[in-house]
Nanobody
């Protein structure tokens, strides 16, 4: 069984920064990718950023240049550094882990609120 635990959400003013963390535990083999998704009020869940097993990173258009995804393989932990936050970044942020061949795991979500 795989578990994902997120942390680092909270309330921040526009223009501020936050760093989210996601730590994976359990039987973790053949990781395909780890990523962050978010779901804002009244919106569908969308990709924020993902990092593939080879290190390639992919970002959603709305966060390019502001957010940075990274991984610490030794700690089975993934990070999302979020800078220049905007009110439209307000959402519940979810961690996702894909393991070959069919493992698909989600964290419980962490709330990020950007407001003055």
């Amino acid at each position: 069984q795989v578990q994902l635990v997120e942390s680092g959400g909270g309330l921040v003013q526009p223009g501020g920064s936050l760093r989210l963390s996601c730590t994976a535990s359990g039987s973790i083999f053949s990781i395909h990718s780890m990523g962050w998704y978010r779901q804002g009020p009244g919106k569908e869940r969308e990709l924020v950023a993902t990092v593939l097993s080879g290190g390639t990173t992919i970002y959603g258009n709305s966060v390019k240049g502001r957010f940075t995804i990274s991984r610490d393989n030794a700690k089975n932990t993934m990070y999302l550094q979020m800078n220049s936050l905007k009110p439209e970044d307000t959402a519940v942020y979810y961690c996702r882990l894909l393991i070959a061949p069919r493992g698909d795991y989600w964290g419980q979500g962490t709330q990020v609120t950007v407001s003055s």
